[in-house]
Protein backbone atom coordinates (compact mmCIF):
# COMPACT_ATOMS: atom_id res chain seq x y z
CA UNK A 1 0.00 0.00 0.00
CA UNK A 2 1.91 3.19 -1.47
CA UNK A 3 -0.49 5.96 1.39
CA UNK A 4 1.70 7.61 3.95
CA UNK A 5 0.60 5.74 7.33
CA UNK A 6 -0.44 8.06 10.40
CA UNK A 7 -0.25 8.01 14.09
CA UNK A 8 -2.52 9.82 16.54
CA UNK A 9 -1.71 12.89 16.68
CA UNK A 10 -1.26 14.21 20.59
CA UNK A 11 -1.63 18.19 19.31
CA UNK A 12 -5.26 17.55 18.19
CA UNK A 13 -6.15 15.94 21.06
CA UNK A 14 -4.65 18.09 23.79
CA UNK A 15 -6.80 19.50 26.18
CA UNK A 16 -10.01 18.57 23.89
CA UNK A 17 -13.30 17.72 25.36
CA UNK A 18 -14.46 14.46 24.33
CA UNK A 19 -17.42 12.24 24.87
CA UNK A 20 -17.36 9.03 24.10
CA UNK A 21 -20.63 7.14 23.31
CA UNK A 22 -20.34 3.57 24.80
CA UNK A 23 -17.17 4.13 25.96
CA UNK A 24 -17.00 1.76 28.46
CA UNK A 25 -17.88 -0.81 25.55
CA UNK A 26 -15.61 -3.48 23.98
CA UNK A 27 -14.13 -1.37 21.66
CA UNK A 28 -14.93 2.17 23.65
CA UNK A 29 -12.61 0.99 26.34
CA UNK A 30 -8.85 1.14 24.13
CA UNK A 31 -10.75 4.11 22.37
CA UNK A 32 -11.10 6.00 25.89
CA UNK A 33 -7.48 4.58 26.96
CA UNK A 34 -5.62 5.93 23.81
CA UNK A 35 -7.87 8.99 23.54
CA UNK A 36 -7.17 9.79 27.56
CA UNK A 37 -3.12 9.10 26.69
CA UNK A 38 -3.53 11.81 23.79
CA UNK A 39 -4.25 14.31 26.30
CA UNK A 40 -7.92 14.34 25.64
CA UNK A 41 -10.42 15.15 28.34
CA UNK A 42 -12.86 12.40 28.12
CA UNK A 43 -16.25 11.25 29.09
CA UNK A 44 -17.83 8.33 28.86
CA UNK A 45 -21.83 8.92 29.50
CA UNK A 46 -23.92 5.23 31.12
CA UNK A 47 -26.65 4.34 29.63
CA UNK A 48 -28.28 4.23 33.48
CA UNK A 49 -27.41 7.65 33.80
CA UNK A 50 -28.03 8.65 30.05
CA UNK A 51 -29.98 6.43 27.96
CA UNK A 52 -29.28 7.79 24.11
CA UNK A 53 -32.46 6.41 23.16
CA UNK A 54 -34.11 9.17 24.49
CA UNK A 55 -33.32 12.90 23.00
CA UNK A 56 -33.63 14.40 25.93
CA UNK A 57 -30.60 12.27 27.69
CA UNK A 58 -28.93 12.06 24.59
CA UNK A 59 -29.00 16.12 24.28
CA UNK A 60 -27.50 16.68 28.34
CA UNK A 61 -25.08 13.75 27.38
CA UNK A 62 -23.25 15.40 24.49
CA UNK A 63 -23.49 19.15 26.27
CA UNK A 64 -19.99 20.56 26.40
CA UNK A 65 -18.00 18.48 23.60
CA UNK A 66 -15.77 19.25 20.77
CA UNK A 67 -15.67 15.98 19.44
CA UNK A 68 -17.90 12.98 19.77
CA UNK A 69 -17.06 9.16 19.02
CA UNK A 70 -20.33 7.52 18.85
CA UNK A 71 -19.58 3.84 19.93
CA UNK A 72 -23.09 3.15 21.91
CA UNK A 73 -25.26 0.34 20.01
CA UNK A 74 -27.09 -2.81 20.95
CA UNK A 75 -25.35 -5.09 19.52
CA UNK A 76 -24.60 -9.11 19.50
CA UNK A 77 -23.92 -11.85 17.65
CA UNK A 78 -25.84 -14.14 14.85
CA UNK A 79 -28.02 -16.35 17.72
CA UNK A 80 -28.88 -13.01 19.44
CA UNK A 81 -29.64 -10.59 15.99
CA UNK A 82 -31.94 -13.86 15.16
CA UNK A 83 -34.37 -13.16 18.68
CA UNK A 84 -33.92 -9.48 19.05
CA UNK A 85 -34.62 -7.53 15.31
CA UNK A 86 -37.35 -5.19 16.93
CA UNK A 87 -34.76 -3.73 19.45
CA UNK A 88 -31.90 -3.94 17.28
CA UNK A 89 -33.66 -1.77 14.62
CA UNK A 90 -35.14 0.77 17.12
CA UNK A 91 -32.44 1.17 19.34
CA UNK A 92 -29.78 2.21 16.97
CA UNK A 93 -32.02 4.03 14.89
CA UNK A 94 -33.17 6.20 17.70
CA UNK A 95 -29.43 6.48 19.19
CA UNK A 96 -28.02 7.23 15.47
CA UNK A 97 -30.99 9.81 15.39
CA UNK A 98 -30.27 11.45 18.67
CA UNK A 99 -26.73 11.78 18.66
CA UNK A 100 -26.59 13.51 15.24
CA UNK A 101 -29.10 15.94 16.14
CA UNK A 102 -27.62 16.47 19.61
CA UNK A 103 -24.12 16.83 17.92
CA UNK A 104 -26.47 19.83 15.55
CA UNK A 105 -27.97 21.51 18.90
CA UNK A 106 -24.45 22.00 20.51
CA UNK A 107 -22.52 22.80 17.53
CA UNK A 108 -20.10 19.68 17.70
CA UNK A 109 -16.86 20.28 15.57
CA UNK A 110 -16.26 16.76 15.05
CA UNK A 111 -18.47 13.48 15.09
CA UNK A 112 -17.34 10.03 14.13
CA UNK A 113 -20.65 7.49 13.98
CA UNK A 114 -19.52 4.00 14.09
CA UNK A 115 -21.14 1.61 11.29
CA UNK A 116 -20.55 -1.85 10.67
CA UNK A 117 -19.66 -4.39 7.21
CA UNK A 118 -23.44 -5.64 8.85
CA UNK A 119 -24.93 -3.03 6.79
CA UNK A 120 -23.23 -4.14 3.31
CA UNK A 121 -25.64 -5.92 0.91
CA UNK A 122 -25.81 -9.75 1.37
CA UNK A 123 -24.21 -10.47 -2.05
CA UNK A 124 -21.38 -8.29 -2.72
CA UNK A 125 -18.46 -8.87 -4.61
CA UNK A 126 -15.42 -9.17 -2.56
CA UNK A 127 -13.59 -7.40 -1.32
CA UNK A 128 -16.84 -5.42 -0.28
CA UNK A 129 -16.05 -1.53 -1.93
CA UNK A 130 -17.98 1.48 -0.19
CA UNK A 131 -19.18 2.24 -3.61
CA UNK A 132 -21.12 -1.20 -3.41
CA UNK A 133 -22.86 -0.26 -0.28
CA UNK A 134 -26.03 0.60 -1.83
CA UNK A 135 -26.36 -2.25 -3.80
CA UNK A 136 -28.83 -4.13 -2.14
CA UNK A 137 -30.21 -5.58 1.10
CA UNK A 138 -28.27 -6.94 3.94
CA UNK A 139 -28.43 -10.66 5.11
CA UNK A 140 -31.31 -11.25 6.42
CA UNK A 141 -30.47 -12.16 10.46
CA UNK A 142 -28.67 -8.91 10.36
CA UNK A 143 -30.29 -6.43 8.57
CA UNK A 144 -32.25 -4.87 11.82
CA UNK A 145 -28.99 -3.95 12.66
CA UNK A 146 -26.73 -3.28 9.38
CA UNK A 147 -30.14 -1.05 8.42
CA UNK A 148 -29.94 0.69 12.03
CA UNK A 149 -26.37 1.06 11.38
CA UNK A 150 -26.46 2.02 7.70
CA UNK A 151 -28.54 5.32 8.29
CA UNK A 152 -25.71 6.79 9.97
CA UNK A 153 -24.22 7.33 6.61
CA UNK A 154 -27.81 9.28 5.33
CA UNK A 155 -27.65 11.14 8.48
CA UNK A 156 -24.30 12.60 8.45
CA UNK A 157 -24.84 13.58 4.56
CA UNK A 158 -27.72 15.31 5.71
CA UNK A 159 -26.63 17.11 8.38
CA UNK A 160 -23.90 18.12 6.65
CA UNK A 161 -25.65 19.25 3.31
CA UNK A 162 -28.11 20.95 5.60
CA UNK A 163 -26.70 22.25 9.13
CA UNK A 164 -22.53 21.98 8.09
CA UNK A 165 -22.13 19.26 11.11
CA UNK A 166 -18.81 17.43 10.39
CA UNK A 167 -19.30 14.39 10.99
CA UNK A 168 -17.87 10.64 9.21
CA UNK A 169 -18.93 7.34 9.21
CA UNK A 170 -16.20 4.36 9.31
CA UNK A 171 -17.75 0.97 8.23
CA UNK A 172 -16.36 -1.22 10.82
CA UNK A 173 -15.30 -4.88 10.71
CA UNK A 174 -16.18 -7.65 12.72
CA UNK A 175 -13.93 -7.43 15.70
CA UNK A 176 -12.33 -9.74 18.78
CA UNK A 177 -9.75 -9.37 21.21
CA UNK A 178 -9.49 -9.14 25.29
CA UNK A 179 -12.10 -8.43 26.94
CA UNK A 180 -14.89 -9.00 24.06
CA UNK A 181 -18.58 -10.41 25.47
CA UNK A 182 -17.38 -13.81 25.82
CA UNK A 183 -21.07 -14.90 26.79
CA UNK A 184 -22.20 -17.51 24.41
CA UNK A 185 -25.93 -16.10 24.71
CA UNK A 186 -24.87 -12.95 22.56
CA UNK A 187 -21.05 -13.18 21.87
CA UNK A 188 -19.66 -13.13 18.18
CA UNK A 189 -17.74 -15.77 16.40
CA UNK A 190 -14.32 -15.47 17.67
CA UNK A 191 -15.20 -15.14 21.51
CA UNK A 192 -17.55 -17.95 21.42
CA UNK A 193 -14.69 -19.99 19.53
CA UNK A 194 -12.65 -19.16 22.39
CA UNK A 195 -15.12 -19.59 24.66
CA UNK A 196 -15.89 -23.05 23.73
CA UNK A 197 -12.24 -24.10 22.63
CA UNK A 198 -10.98 -23.11 26.32
CA UNK A 199 -13.53 -24.93 28.08
CA UNK A 200 -13.26 -28.06 25.99
CA UNK A 201 -10.00 -27.74 26.68
CA UNK A 202 -10.12 -27.52 30.69
CA UNK A 203 -13.02 -30.17 31.01
CA UNK A 204 -10.76 -33.03 28.03
CA UNK A 205 -14.00 -33.07 25.70
CA UNK A 206 -13.54 -35.37 22.86
CA UNK A 207 -15.54 -32.78 20.36
CA UNK A 208 -15.58 -29.31 19.95
CA UNK A 209 -19.00 -28.30 18.20
CA UNK A 210 -19.73 -25.04 15.79
CA UNK A 211 -22.38 -23.41 14.26
CA UNK A 212 -22.90 -23.65 10.63
CA UNK A 213 -20.61 -25.52 8.24
CA UNK A 214 -17.62 -23.64 9.12
CA UNK A 215 -17.34 -22.42 4.98
CA UNK A 216 -18.24 -18.82 5.08
CA UNK A 217 -15.07 -16.23 5.31
CA UNK A 218 -15.19 -13.42 7.44
CA UNK A 219 -12.32 -10.53 7.90
CA UNK A 220 -11.77 -9.78 11.72
CA UNK A 221 -10.19 -6.86 13.36
CA UNK A 222 -8.37 -6.43 17.04
CA UNK A 223 -10.34 -3.99 18.62
CA UNK A 224 -6.98 -1.70 19.56
CA UNK A 225 -6.52 -1.28 15.74
CA UNK A 226 -10.01 -0.12 15.58
CA UNK A 227 -10.14 2.09 18.22
CA UNK A 228 -6.99 4.13 16.53
CA UNK A 229 -8.74 3.98 13.83
CA UNK A 230 -11.58 6.32 15.29
CA UNK A 231 -9.01 8.31 16.69
CA UNK A 232 -7.18 8.97 13.45
CA UNK A 233 -10.45 8.73 11.27
CA UNK A 234 -11.60 12.15 14.02
CA UNK A 235 -8.73 13.92 13.57
CA UNK A 236 -8.36 13.67 9.18
CA UNK A 237 -11.72 12.85 8.00
CA UNK A 238 -14.09 15.36 6.58
CA UNK A 239 -16.14 13.85 4.19
CA UNK A 240 -19.37 12.09 5.01
CA UNK A 241 -18.68 9.48 2.35
CA UNK A 242 -18.20 5.92 4.42
CA UNK A 243 -14.87 4.02 4.68
CA UNK A 244 -14.06 0.88 5.29
CA UNK A 245 -11.78 -0.42 8.71
CA UNK A 246 -10.59 -3.35 8.41
CA UNK A 247 -7.56 -5.78 7.57
CA UNK A 248 -8.49 -6.47 3.83
CA UNK A 249 -7.49 -10.38 5.35
CA UNK A 250 -10.23 -13.21 4.06
CA UNK A 251 -10.57 -16.05 6.79
CA UNK A 252 -12.34 -18.91 6.76
CA UNK A 253 -14.55 -19.63 9.67
CA UNK A 254 -12.76 -23.41 9.07
CA UNK A 255 -9.25 -22.13 9.49
CA UNK A 256 -10.38 -19.66 12.09
CA UNK A 257 -11.14 -22.81 14.49
CA UNK A 258 -8.43 -24.23 13.59
CA UNK A 259 -6.07 -21.07 14.63
CA UNK A 260 -8.73 -20.82 17.51
CA UNK A 261 -7.83 -24.63 18.75
CA UNK A 262 -4.16 -24.27 18.25
CA UNK A 263 -4.11 -21.05 20.53
CA UNK A 264 -5.72 -22.62 23.23
CA UNK A 265 -3.88 -25.84 22.85
CA UNK A 266 -6.83 -27.85 22.48
CA UNK A 267 -6.26 -31.15 20.73
CA UNK A 268 -9.52 -32.93 19.96
CA UNK A 269 -12.33 -32.66 17.32
CA UNK A 270 -14.31 -29.80 15.82
CA UNK A 271 -17.48 -30.80 14.15
CA UNK A 272 -19.83 -28.74 12.26
CA UNK A 273 -23.33 -27.80 13.21
CA UNK A 274 -24.74 -27.60 9.82
CA UNK A 275 -28.45 -26.86 10.82
CA UNK A 276 -27.36 -23.52 12.45
CA UNK A 277 -27.45 -21.07 9.73
CA UNK A 278 -24.09 -19.70 8.45
CA UNK A 279 -24.95 -16.02 8.04
CA UNK A 280 -23.91 -13.80 5.12
CA UNK A 281 -21.42 -16.01 3.00
CA UNK A 282 -18.38 -14.06 2.32
CA UNK A 283 -16.94 -10.69 4.13
CA UNK A 284 -13.89 -8.74 3.92
CA UNK A 285 -13.32 -5.28 3.21
CA UNK A 286 -11.25 -3.31 0.39
CA UNK A 287 -9.19 -1.12 2.53
CA UNK A 288 -7.66 0.90 0.59
CA UNK A 289 -9.72 4.45 1.27
CA UNK A 290 -8.91 4.41 4.38
CA UNK A 291 -5.30 4.09 4.36
CA UNK A 292 -5.19 6.55 1.66
CA UNK A 293 -7.52 9.03 3.54
CA UNK A 294 -6.97 8.85 7.05
CA UNK A 295 -3.50 6.85 7.21
CA UNK A 296 -4.69 3.57 8.90
CA UNK A 297 -3.41 0.07 8.03
CA UNK A 298 -4.16 -2.96 10.62
CA UNK A 299 -1.06 -3.79 12.96
CA UNK A 300 -1.92 -6.92 14.98
CA UNK A 301 -1.47 -10.13 13.32
CA UNK A 302 -4.74 -12.31 13.73
CA UNK A 303 -2.38 -15.15 15.57
CA UNK A 304 -0.86 -12.47 18.09
CA UNK A 305 -4.65 -11.23 18.54
CA UNK A 306 -6.21 -14.77 19.23
CA UNK A 307 -3.28 -15.25 21.70
CA UNK A 308 -3.90 -12.29 24.06
CA UNK A 309 -7.92 -12.77 23.77
CA UNK A 310 -7.43 -16.49 24.42
CA UNK A 311 -5.44 -15.23 27.75
CA UNK A 312 -7.78 -12.56 28.30
CA UNK A 313 -10.89 -15.26 28.65
CA UNK A 314 -8.59 -17.39 30.86
CA UNK A 315 -7.71 -14.69 32.97
CA UNK A 316 -11.35 -13.68 33.17
CA UNK A 317 -12.09 -17.20 34.29
CA UNK A 318 -9.46 -17.26 36.86
CA UNK A 319 -11.67 -14.15 38.86
CA UNK A 320 -15.25 -15.86 39.10
N1 LIG B 1 -17.95 -5.63 18.08
C1 LIG B 1 -17.87 -5.72 16.76
O1 LIG B 1 -17.47 -6.75 16.19
C2 LIG B 1 -18.26 -4.51 15.90
C3 LIG B 1 -18.08 -4.61 14.51
C4 LIG B 1 -18.42 -3.52 13.72
C5 LIG B 1 -18.93 -2.37 14.30
N2 LIG B 1 -19.09 -2.31 15.65
C6 LIG B 1 -19.64 -1.09 16.22
O2 LIG B 1 -18.74 -0.61 17.18
C7 LIG B 1 -19.46 0.00 18.25
C8 LIG B 1 -19.04 -0.58 19.57
O3 LIG B 1 -19.37 -1.96 19.61
P1 LIG B 1 -18.94 -2.86 20.86
O4 LIG B 1 -18.68 -4.22 20.36
O5 LIG B 1 -17.90 -2.16 21.64
O6 LIG B 1 -20.29 -2.90 21.70
P2 LIG B 1 -20.50 -3.16 23.28
O7 LIG B 1 -19.30 -3.77 23.91
O8 LIG B 1 -21.80 -3.89 23.38
O9 LIG B 1 -20.64 -1.72 23.88
C9 LIG B 1 -21.74 -0.94 23.52
C10 LIG B 1 -21.89 0.15 24.55
O10 LIG B 1 -23.06 0.89 24.14
C11 LIG B 1 -23.64 1.39 25.28
N3 LIG B 1 -25.10 1.47 25.09
C12 LIG B 1 -25.92 0.50 24.62
N4 LIG B 1 -27.20 0.94 24.65
C13 LIG B 1 -27.17 2.21 25.14
C14 LIG B 1 -28.14 3.18 25.42
N5 LIG B 1 -29.44 2.96 25.19
N6 LIG B 1 -27.74 4.37 25.93
C15 LIG B 1 -26.43 4.62 26.18
N7 LIG B 1 -25.45 3.73 25.92
C16 LIG B 1 -25.81 2.54 25.42
C17 LIG B 1 -23.36 0.45 26.44
O11 LIG B 1 -23.10 1.30 27.53
P3 LIG B 1 -23.26 0.83 29.10
O12 LIG B 1 -22.09 -0.07 29.32
O13 LIG B 1 -23.18 2.10 29.85
O14 LIG B 1 -24.57 0.12 29.20
C18 LIG B 1 -22.13 -0.34 25.97
O15 LIG B 1 -21.00 -0.09 26.76
C19 LIG B 1 -20.94 -0.17 17.94
O16 LIG B 1 -21.42 1.01 17.36
C20 LIG B 1 -20.96 -1.30 16.93
O17 LIG B 1 -22.06 -1.17 16.06
C21 LIG B 1 -18.76 -3.36 16.48
Not at 63 to 66: D, F, L, N, Q, V
Given at each position: MSADLLAPDPTYWGGKSVVVTGGAGFLGKPTVRMLTELGAEVRVPRSAEH???DPRACLDAL????VVVHLAANVGGIGFNRRNPGPLVRDNMAMGLNVFEACRQHGVAKLVAACSV?????????????????DGFPEESNAPYGLAKKMLIVLSDAYRRQYDLDSCVPVIANLYGP??????????VIAAMVHRYVIATENGDPEVVLWGTGEPSREFLYVDDAARAMILAAEHRDSSQPFNIGTGVETKIRDLAALVARATGYRGATAWDTSLPDGQPVRYLDVTRAAEEIGFQAEVPLEQGLALTVESFRSSLSRT
Open positions: DLTAGAECAYPKHTPTPFSEDRLWEDNFDLEDSH
